[in-house]
């Protein structure tokens, strides 16, 4: 079948629930994976709107949710999942409101898209102090054995 992240609250493609996002209870979803790589010895979340601020002429991509260090075994994240329910060994880097943790669509304006990419590593990352993505992919490279993703969508 092949590495896949999916999420019951949402399809490929298909619209994010309000309770995930800014204008409801600003939660994350629950998602769950599966069909790893072998090798894979740990795993990297990132949530990201590439449509930031307007979709008709985006011009940076927003980050909204950074983990690494996920260990292969987990096989997901619970809705609403908090710091210190993650995964053992779970690490947080930073999302673009500069603070770890998950934070939900809060489009300003038009359809944007959401990024869930789960990235299976060959390695367990050293301790990288709350890494920005840019950060965090530096220290993938590499180290990525696959790649999977789910989008979804929201409109305010």
């Known amino acids: 079948m092949g590495f896949t992240i999916t999420s019951p609250a949402f399809n490929h493609n298909g619209e994010i629930p309000v309770r995930h996002t800014c204008d409801g209870e600003d939660c994350s979803p629950a998602l769950s994976w599966s069909g790893l790589p072998q090798g894979t010895r740990s795993l990297v979340l990132i949530v990201d709107d590439p449509d930031a601020p307007d979709p008709a002429a985006p011009k940076m991509t927003y980050v909204h949710w950074v983990l690494y260090n996920i260990p292969p075994d987990a096989g997901g994240v619970p809705e609403g999942v908090a710091a210190d329910d993650l995964p053992a060994g779970t ?3 930073l999302n673009d409101w500069q603070r770890s943790g ?10 944007h898209r959401y990024f869930h990419k789960l990235y299976a590593l060959d ?7 709350t890494p920005t993505k840019a950060r965090l992919e530096a220290a993938m490279q ?5 790649q999977a993703e789910l989008v979804g969508t929201y409109q305010r």
């Open 123 to 129: 390695a367990v990352l050293p301790e990288l102090d």
């Open 91 to 93: 690490q947080q880097g």
């Open 142 to 146: 590499g180290h990525v054995l696959g």
């Open 102 to 111: 998950y934070g939900g669509p809060c489009p300003p304006i038009g359809r």
